[in-house]
T-cell receptor
Framework: AQSVTQPDIHITVSEGASLELRCNYSYGATPYLFWYVQSPGQGLQLLLKYFSGDTLVQGIKGFEAEFKRSQSSFNLRKPSVHWSDAAEYFCAVGGGGSNYKLTFGKGTLLTVNP | DAGVIQSPRHEVTEMGQEVTLRCKPISGHDYLFWYRQTMMRGLELLIYFNNNVPIDDSGMPEDRFSAKMPNASFSTLKIQPSEPRDSAVYFC??????????FGQGTRLTVV
């Protein structure tokens, strides 16, 4: 069965500091990996995705993530955090083809201090 | 396209009442997903459809929950009778084939 673990429930960083949110997945084949962001009272917005190819993927809002198969990880990074990045971040894994389903991690809440 | 549209955005109902949540997927998308989000369990997939046909409903918690997709542009998730533990945010998402899934704004359900 596929699963996602986000070890950090809550992270606090200062504005301008770098950020790394951790994600580990379990999947029996080549995974499709995603990061979504959810602002309070809002739906989920896709930040970036990995399907294949270059293991370092760029997303919106200056975010990037690196797929490391040997570590079953897909960590999200941003070199300089802005106050508007405060939100909850979800990592998700899914397969391809007709059996595609997204399984989400429990999320990491990001607080940004001024 | 306006994206995935869910209604209502908020629903407060009394225990025992029937609740119907609605979703309009993005036009042309052939997959539709219903998720439930709670603090304790995070985001859980309840059921998904392909071309209006339910493919996997193993995430539906009980027989009190049912979902339908009568046509390509409309789906409902019904809870009857509702219970306080059903209180959550319910999300609908749609996608085209193996493309990206787009989520609606969600319906916040409170059962008192």
């Amino acid at each position: 069965a596929q699963s996602v673990t986000q070890p950090d429930i809550h992270i606090t960083v200062s504005e301008g500091a770098s950020l790394e949110l951790r994600c580990n997945y379990s999947y029996g084949a080549t995974p499709y990996l995603f990061w979504y962001v959810q602002s309070p009272g809002q739906g989920l917005q896709l930040l970036l995705k990995y399907f294949s190819g270059d293991t370092l993927v760029q997303g919106i809002k200056g975010f990037e993530a690196e797929f490391k198969r040997s570590q079953s990880s897909f960590n999200l990074r941003k070199p300089s955090v802005h106050w508007s990045d405060a939100a909850e971040y979800f990592c998700a894994v899914g397969g391809g083809g007709s059996n595609y389903k997204l399984t989400f991690g429990k999320g990491t809440l990001l607080t940004v201090n001024p | 396209d306006a994206g995935v549209i869910q209604s209502p955005r908020h629903e407060v109902t009394e225990m025992g009442q029937e609740v119907t949540l609605r979703c309009k997927p993005i036009s042309g998308h052939d997959y539709l997903f219903w998720y439930r989000q709670t603090m304790m369990r995070g985001l859980e997939l309840l059921i998904y459809f392909n071309n209006n046909v339910p493919i996997d409903d193993s995430g539906m918690p009980e027989d009190r929950f049912s979902a339908k997709m009568p046509n390509a542009s409309f789906s409902t998730l019904k809870i009857q009778p509702s219970e306080p533990r059903d209180s959550a945010v319910y999300f609908c998402a749609s996608r085209f084939r193996t493309g990206l899934a787009f989520f609606g704004q969600g319906t916040r359900l409170t059962v008192v």
